[in-house]
């Protein structure tokens, strides 16, 4: 995924401003894909620079609102249907591969370390699910089941990690 795709997926609905696509961004996609405010701000422009997307409106102070071009929208479709995934490494599981170059109770540490990471992503994300109102919009639906796999993505690694803790050599 990439941070454009993600700005062009949030204008579907409706036109925003680049402090409300932050506010959503940093609500819903945080955990998925994180993007800092500098970040979101020049993919912005480059958006509206490629016709992605234009400013439909000005207000004070500079705020602009942006809303989702045609092409925009063809393009997401694009890289919804035709684009495969990323299949993104993981430092984590690299990390795991040469374990055995530590001490058993270093190698544990590791694990616990990663237990712990993994059950307060998963705490998050639940009072991310209890904080939202759901609605039956698409961003909504499709929202949510996003979240959900975080979740459940987040509890496998826990219980994967307190696994792989007793896996490790006695020492």
Do not use: C
């Amino acid at each position: 995924m990439s941070l454009r795709h993600a700005l062009l997926g949030l204008l579907v609905d409706r036109p925003a401003s680049g402090y409300d696509l932050l506010k959503t961004f940093d609500t819903s996609l945080a955990n998925v894909w994180p993007a800092t405010q500098s970040q979101l701000y020049g993919e912005l422009s480059k958006l509206a620079d490629s016709g992605l997307i234009t400013v439909s409106e000005q207000g004070p102070r500079g705020r602009k609102e942006y809303t989702l071009t045609d092409s925009g929208l063809a393009e997401l479709r694009h890289w919804l249907t035709e684009t495969e995934p990323q299949r993104t490494r993981s430092d984590v599981l690299l990390r795991v591969f040469f374990l055995g170059v530590l001490a058993p109770d270093q190698a544990r540490a590791y694990l616990d370390g990663q237990a712990a990471r993994a059950a307060e992503l998963h705490a998050e994300l639940k009072a991310i699910d209890e904080a939202i109102d759901w609605d039956d919009g698409d961003l909504s639906v499709y929202g949510h089941i996003a979240l959900e796999y975080g979740q459940r993505l987040a509890a496998m690694q826990q219980e994967w990690a307190q696994w792989a803790r007793t896996q490790v050599k006695p020492g």
